[in-house]
Antibody, heavy 122, light 107 residues
Framework: EVQLVQSGAEVKKPGESLKISCKGS????????IGWVRQMPGKGLEWMGI????????RYSPSFQGQVTISADKSTYTAYLQWSSLKASDTAIYYC???????????????WGRGTLVIVSS | EIVLTQSPGTLSLSPGERATLSCRAS???????LAWYQQKPGQAPRLLIF???SRATGVPDRFSGSGSGTDFTLTISRLEPEDSAVFYC?????????FGQGTRLEI
């Protein structure tokens, strides 16, 4: 089955660090990017960034540049989203998704993970 | 950054009716790089339409997309109760690749 498997829900305190993961299976991972999308409680979708695990080429939305780090493990084709110091405003569901290139560097998402809920509260 | 404005905010219709959802961009969307997603409560989004008018695999032909430039439309004919969801448009023509704020469809 073609799917993206995300790590489980997290409850953290402000100031703590966190790294969540996303692993694809059932398709050719060696030539695939993985993207991240945020959905804050009761809100819409926000495109965060995208990574090519094979060489770690990473593109960020300006809104998230410097706020999070997207990384990947080439050996397992797993993508990660991490924070060095969480804030309450980072509370959200974070989805990973498989980007399909309509042209080089122009992607839409055709496969989504189930999401990782991150709650940041003191 | 291209801003996508979706209308209406909420649409309430009956089974069998037709729904017309609008997505207007603040600038021309290059090459009609516009996608539509459906999100049901507690679920991840699901791709419906890409390239403004191409249906994704497995999407019923009741769903159709149209438009170009700055104005795009998602039409759902013969509404069914399970179509209740929030629908988002997304442009992927210019980085950052932005989403609209969503239209809630109530059946």
């Amino acid at each position: 089955e073609v799917q993206l498997v995300q790590s489980g829900a997290e409850v953290k305190k402000p100031g703590e660090s966190l790294k969540i993961s996303c692993k694809g299976s059932g398709y050719s991972l060696a030539t695939s990017w993985i993207g991240w999308v945020r959905q804050m409680p009761g809100k819409g979708l926000e495109w965060m960034g995208i990574i090519y695990p094979s060489d770690s080429d990473t593109r960020y939305s300006p809104s998230f540049q410097g706020q999070v780090t997207i990384s990947a493990d080439k050996s397992t084709y797993t993508a990660y989203l991490q924070w060095s110091s969480l804030k309450a405003s980072d509370t959200a569901i974070y989805y990973c998704a498989r980007p399909i290139p309509a042209a080089p560097y122009h992607w839409y998402f055709d496969l989504w993970g189930r999401g990782t809920l991150v709650i940041v509260s003191s | 950054e291209i801003v996508l404005t979706q209308s209406p905010g909420t649409l309430s219709l009956s089974p069998g009716e037709r729904a017309t959802l609008s997505c207007r961009a603040s600038q021309i969307v290059r090459s009609s790089y516009l996608a539509w997603y459906q999100q049901k409560p507690g679920q991840a989004p699901r791709l419906l339409i890409f390239g403004a008018s191409s249906r994704a695999t497995g999407v019923p032909d009741r769903f159709s997309g149209s438009g170009s430039g700055t104005d795009f439309t998602l039409t759902i004919s013969r509404l069914e109760p399970e179509d209740s969801a929030v629908f988002y448009c997304q442009q992927y023509g210019d980085s950052p690749f932005t989403f609209g704020q969503g239209t809630r469809l109530e059946i």
